[in-house]
């Protein structure tokens, strides 16, 4: 970590509201994400400086007319990347608004993805990675199998993955885990069955039973 970045660092943590700095998280693999992030941001309205700290997941902005929303409205725009503001914090009376709204459905999607190496697994964790929404990812090479969760839709997480990876991404599963979690590789159409055969089931004969067969 340079000196100017613990500098800023310092800032952050003794002052609340710090001026001209500007904190966002960013998940940031590789030096050419690195380099996408800062030619998105130099020279933007605001802009003084950009320092990227690909070690922690941050972007640190220096300009004391930046716009905070903008900046990360922009980011996530040009890069399709999830920001997150770490600071300044926002409003009062916007985080109230927040907590009125209903938090997003987390769920888990299992997609199947043909890979057929280590660096392949790697290179579909990052691009599903830079998906909003996304929380985890688990690959298995072996299975060619990509266990995803967060909040995003899983169908558009199939279309980026086509569009920003150039891979054919096919959902296998997809479960709700914000309320009880759904049995992983259940095989619903078990129960249906047996519910159909204790319909179908042959009756025994009894003069009680008004369904039981008779012989005259």
């Given amino acids: 970590m340079s000196v100017e970045h613990q500098k800023v660092e310092m800032e952050h943590n003794d002052h609340d509201h710090p001026n001209g700095v500007i904190i966002l998280r960013v998940y940031i693999h590789c030096e050419g ?16 400086g950009v320092e990227i700290d690909a070690k922690n997941q941050k972007v640190i902005i220096k300009g004391e007319k930046a716009d905070p929303i903008k900046l990360s409205q922009r980011l996530r725009k040009k890069t399709g990347k999830h920001v997150e503001l770490i600071h300044p914090k926002l409003p009062k009376q916007d985080k109230e608004k927040e ?11 299992v997609l199947k993805i043909n890979m ?3 660096g392949c697994a790697k290179e579909v964790k990052c691009c599903i990675y830079d998906m909003e929404g ?8 072996e299975k060619n199998v990509a266990r995803v969760k967060g909040n995003m839709d899983p169908h558009k997480l199939v279309e980026f993955i086509s569009n920003r990876g150039g891979r054919t991404a096919e959902i296998v599963q997809t479960d709700s885990i914000n309320g009880e979690e759904k049995g992983k ?4 159409s078990c129960n249906c069955y047996a ?3 204790a319909v179908y089931a042959p009756q025994i004969f009894s003069d009680e039973n008004p369904n039981a067969c008779s012989v005259m």
């Fill in 185 to 188: 590789g259940e095989d619903r």
């Fill in 195 to 197: 519910s159909q055969q």
């Fill in 116 to 118: 057929h190496c280590d």
């Fill in 33 to 48: 994400c690195g380099d996408e992030v800062f030619k998105c941001l130099r020279g933007y309205q605001g802009v003084d």
């Fill in 134 to 141: 996304v929380e985890r990812v688990d690959v298995d090479v």
């Fill in 99 to 109: 907590k009125t709204k209903e938090p997003p459905e987390t769920i888990e999607v």
